[in-house]
């Protein structure tokens, strides 16, 4: 659990920074400590006797201050104001150029990726959405086992030593870098893997674009779970990480994916090259 943020800005006066003190009463409000340090008072970070470095983030804006979070064992951010006097930052986490674009939740976001922790994406009525780990990798075989699932898309690889690297990789570089991917789909009451739903990146003619997809296992089905899930992922990706439109392709012949596009909010924008996918789109307005 973070219990703190380091503050560590050599380079401007931090009264004189727009939004820091919006980000830091963020962070009071949820109980979160913060010490705002100068490594030119003291040298090194410094916490408190009874402090762990790994219960706490620094955002710092030099590499001198990158360094001595690293020496301490604390995960840090890079504040990089743009400007011809920024100091490239390397070995951080994230960079910022801004404190007006985060807030208490998206730094212990960070956090959590820090220790390789899932970030929850959403929580409705009956489920939860969240990063998947490989402690899911068992429970998603078992989901696709059934012949059914993979209908109208792809299985998994075959082997599941093989699955379990695939998924450390799409954790590590798509979570990581993209912020959002295909998502568990964890079901309230009993904890179980119900399946999965998010956003998956896909090439086309005209470029890349984001297209909303999901699986529920057949256990879970006709329960409404998969409309509820897309309900909440679009809700995410228009909110949160401000997504105009979303795309979704389904196979001709899935007649319940494609009530469910249209139940929605999809429009029909046509077929696929090959002529057996059709290709649904929403404006997220």
Known sequence: MLKGVVINIEKEDLTEIAGIEIFTESLGMTGVKIKKQSLEEKGAVSLEPGEQPNEWVMIADSMKGVRAASKAGIPCIGYQKPGPDSEYLQGVLYIIEGFEEID?????????????????????????????????????????????????????????GKETELMAAYIKMMYGFFEYGLWAVVEKSTGRLAGRAGLSNRETEDGMEVELGYMVGLPFQKQGYAYE???????????????????????EGNIPSIRLAKKLGFRLRGKTENGDTLAYEIELV
């Not at 998947?132 to 082997?159: A, C, H, N």
């Not at 899930?229 to 196979?251: P, S």
């Open 104 to 160: 208490s939740e998206w730094v212990n976001n960070v956090y959590k990726r820090s220790r390789g922790e899932p970030w929850t994406i959403a929580e409705t009525d009956r489920l939860i959405i969240r990063e998947m780990t490989l402690d899911d990798v068992d429970d998603l075989w078992k989901l696709y086992e059934d012949p059914e699932i993979t209908r109208y898309m792809d299985g998994l690889s075959g082997d599941r």
């Open 229 to 251: 899930a897309c309900t909440a992922v679009l809700d995410y990706a228009k909110n949160i990480l401000c997504l105009d439109r979303i795309a979704c392709y389904i196979r």
